[in-house]
């Protein structure tokens, strides 16, 4: 497959002399330190975070790529996938000129962040049960689509796409084509990043927001080719990711027992949540789910949501998204507050 990267940037990123840090240009951990204006005497906290952590998060990623099955030099990690998906329309979209592909219903993040930059959405709707449409999507492309964004599994929907149209889409896409894969963990489905070596024109994203249950960190991953993760890096704010999450997560990260434990658990209830709900009679349908939530088609979804909030109890109203009618996303939770849901539902619904 011919694919030019090159021929898809900006032209100024092309040119870009990125920032050198401090930290670039010495790597060592020996010796006096004098190049970054730090402060030298430690921190106002307990733990020192003095020193500027390391802009590429070596060690970090030597880990990640062993767990993932990739090379250290094919991951890019951001402050979320959000910063990924804000740093590959700067590299890539010229504003007012280029185009994306987004497919509704999906992440809100994709079109946020194209108005931020000013960067023309078109859209080509999921069918009503949440596929691709591989065809349309082609169709609405031209010379100026710059990226097409796929999440498998999707949000809101939470189901995944077929592994074919993906395929199809890869080979005949003519611009980047980006598998969101944040709700991974809790599919059947073999990762895209299988599928790199294959694929230049093809960026994964995951995250560590779900399944390792690091929301609060903020720490996303993209995959890619060398060529397209040193673009990324280029253009990054240089120490994007904090010392403190660096350190956190390595620390934690041989543990990978303890992530697949909560995923199991995390499966398990997603079950029994599914299985109680089914028995409510007011419950209209549970989209087939790959993640670590459901989609709910109750009567009065609006007046449902809000009753819940009387409760407590606070899931995602879906409602006015397309092709969601009635809908509420629930997050699958502990079984303590999975039946405090039942109990609020089974209260608010008469
Ligand atoms: C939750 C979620 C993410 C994760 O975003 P972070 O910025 O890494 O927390 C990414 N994509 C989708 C579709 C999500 O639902």
Redesign the pocket.
């Known amino acids: 497959m011919s694919f030019d990267l090159n021929s898809l940037l900006r032209p100024h990123i092309a040119k870009l002399q990125p920032y050198t840090s401090a930290r670039d240009e010495y790597t060592g951990k020996e010796g006096v330190f004098l190049d970054a204006n730090e402060n030298p005497f430690g921190s106002i906290t307990e733990q020192d975070f003095n020193r500027y952590p390391d802009p590429y998060q070596s060690a970090l990623k030597e880990e990640i790529a062993q767990i993932k099955g990739v090379r250290p030099s094919q991951i890019f990690l951001g402050n979320?996938?959000?910063e990924a998906i804000d740093l590959l329309y700067r590299a890539f979209c010229n504003p007012g000129k280029d185009n994306v592909i987004l497919l509704p219903p999906t992440?809100g993040?994709y079109e946020v962040s194209a108005n931020i930059n000013d960067v023309e959405i078109r859209k080509v709707a999921l069918t009503p049960d949440f596929q691709l449409q591989p065809d349309q999507i082609l169709a609405a492309a031209d010379a100026n689509s710059k990226i097409l964004f796929i999440?498998s599994p999707n949000?809101p929907s939470a189901n995944k796409a077929k592994r074919e149209d993906i395929l199809f889409l890869l080979e005949n896409f003519k611009g980047l084509v980006v598998v969101?894969e944040?709700?991974i963990d809790f599919s059947d489905e073999p990762s895209f990043t299988n599928e790199l070596d294959r694929f230049p024109n093809l960026l994964v994203?995951q995250?560590?927001?779900?399944a390792w249950g690091l929301?609060s960190l903020?720490?996303?991953m993209a995959f890619a080719s060398e060529e397209l993760i040193r673009i990324l890096n280029k253009i990054k704010p240089p120490y994007n990711i904090s010392g403190l999450t660096q350190e956190t997560v390595l620390a934690a990260i041989k543990d990978k027992a303890k992530v697949d434990r909560m995923i199991q658990a995390i499966l398990a209830e997603r079950e029994f949540l599914k299985g109680e709900l089914e028995k409510l009679p007011f419950v209209q349908r549970i989209h087939p789910s790959h993640a670590n939530f459901l989609l709910v088609q109750i009567p009065n979804a609006n007046q449902v949501y809000n009753d819940l909030i009387e409760e407590k109890i606070i899931v995602r109203n879906r409602a006015k998204v397309l092709l969601c009618a009635d809908c509420l996303r629930i997050t699958v939770g502990t079984r303590e507050e999975n039946e405090a849901l039942l109990k609020a539902l089974k209260k608010v619904i008469k």
């Open positions: 979320g996938s959000d992440y993040m999440c949000n969101d944040a709700y994203m995250t560590f927001s779900k929301a903020r720490l996303g």
